[in-house]
């Protein structure tokens, strides 16, 4: 099986706190996204690393990617209730598919 | 602009039964994906499509699944002899190209098999 993990597998945190979840995977990628997922539905891209960056920056979203230990987090700061919602991890190895992790489980409290 | 679309939104069917789902991707996106997500999982990839060709059907898990895009726009995933494990979310997406592109997803099916 091609699918990785992602820790932890629920964050709750204060509005205003950062949030940082962690997805580890077990292939060579050519690139990793991440998705954020509201009540079970519709995927949403969020930002696309490719495999020969470190970290990428958009708005509040920061990723980072280590491939020599086959990880990436992302990082959400400033978190805002509308932030929660479940995150993914995904890569892409080259067949063109994206394989997803298990997801992380954000809320964020008023 | 009209995003990816999926009908129907909710489909209940009962064992045995055949199913069609629906997926109509952005305009002039040439590759369609779909995956299958179970409560609780991430999506699992199941067909992807470049144009009107399949283009990797590793994920299908058996020969009751298949899947067409006759004229490289809308996408029918076909299940014969639906079983209650089929039951999920079928989720279709497209991108622009293949490769290292963002894919975007359409909202899902969700398929309970009685």
């Known amino acids: 099986s091609q699918q990785g993990e992602e820790d932890p597998q629920a964050l709750s945190i204060q509005e205003g706190e950062n949030a940082t979840m962690n997805c580890s995977y077990k292939?060579?990628?050519?690139?990793l996204q991440w998705y954020r997922q509201n009540s079970g539905r519709g995927l949403v891209h969020l930002i696309l690393?490719?495999?020969?960056?470190r970290e990428k920056h958009s708005g509040r979203l920061r990723v980072t990617l280590d491939t020599s230990k086959k990880s990436s987090s992302l990082l959400i700061t400033a978190s805002r209730a509308a932030d929660t919602a479940s995150y993914f991890c995904a890569w892409e190895t080259g067949a063109n598919n994206l394989f997803f992790g298990t997801g992380t489980r954000l809320t964020v409290i008023p | 602009g009209a995003g990816v679309s999926q009908t129907p939104s909710n489909k209940v069917t009962e064992k045995g039964k055949y199913v069609e789902l629906r997926c109509d991707p952005i305009?002039?996106?040439?590759?369609l994906y779909w995956y299958r997500q179970s409560l609780g999982q991430g999506p699992e990839f199941l067909i992807y499509f470049q144009g009107t060709g399949a283009a990797d059907d590793s994920g299908l898990p058996n020969d009751r699944f298949f899947a067409v895009r006759p004229e490289g726009s809308v996408s029918t995933l076909k299940i014969q002899r639906t079983e209650r494990g089929d039951s999920a979310v079928y989720l279709c997406?497209?991108?622009?190209?293949?490769?290292?592109?963002?894919?975007?997803f359409g909202p899902g099916t969700r398929l309970t098999v009685l």
């Open positions: 997406a497209s991108s622009l190209n293949a490769g290292p592109s963002p894919q975007y």
């Open positions: 690393i490719r495999s020969n960056e």
């Open positions: 292939t060579s990628i050519n690139n």
């Open positions: 305009s002039g996106h040439t590759a």
